[in-house]
């Protein structure tokens, strides 16, 4: 039998409050409701993507921590939590993963932690979404180590635009260094509001900026409160409120990354 292509994605930007952690439960939620299997790796110590997927995390509980730090020594099979929707499985973080940094400074093969750690689970897997936190950190090269593709979303405000040209460089980096084989599959923007010129400029700029062409995705995410909300209840925006612009944005966006490749 052939082997598997599972796709390996990490949702990055520098940028705090672009909608990344969004982008993991509800993009992970709606491929899943598409009829695929999907893991989600949560690498951001704040865990909010953990929370969103209705898992609370507690001082305890095992996480992504014990799979990558000396400390901890977990199996992957002890870290891995099932959601309340078949198909979805999440490997939770915890705000001792904030450590790990430090902890990790001086170890060997300390880039290529989560790669090694998660290598048994993939197969299972169709798609497996890496949220990183809003830094170039240890834990986001962790990221980058692991990922054969990186999907960007753009708030679609000047400040996020203007961030992009880091983050390009940071990746090529990365492609230079650790990872060759990460790939830049698209950038999606978000918060978008039809009503706002500022976000209306910014999609223009978006569309006409040479750099980015061949990479903008026709997806738009909207804002739109309903993904906030369910986020707070732990409950992708697919599951929470189908007929939502989040939902249909998010099941756009999941389609779109099929055919993506
Ligand atoms: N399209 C959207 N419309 C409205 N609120 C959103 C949208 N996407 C995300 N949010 C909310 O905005 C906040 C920041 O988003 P988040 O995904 O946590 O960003 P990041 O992970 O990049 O820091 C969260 O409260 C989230 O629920
Ligand atoms: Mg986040």
Redesign the pocket.
Known sequence: MAKKSTRIVAVA?E?????????VINLGAALVKDGKTVLIVDM?PQH?ATS?LGIDVTDEMASVYDLISDEGGGAVDDVLWSTKWPGLDVIASHPDLAGAEVELVDAEEREDRLKNAIQPLIDKYDVVIL?TP?SLSLLTINVFSCANEVLV?CQTHPYSFNALEDLFDTIGAVQEGINPELKITGLVP??FDQRLRVCRDIMERLKTDERYQGLLFNTI?????T??AS??TGKPVVFYRTGSF?AK?YTSLAREFMMAK
């Open positions: 930007n940028k705090g409050g672009v909608g990344k952690t969004a982008m951001d909010n969103g949220d809003p979303p978000t918060f995410i909207r804002s739109n409160i993904i906030a986020a707070e989040g944005d």
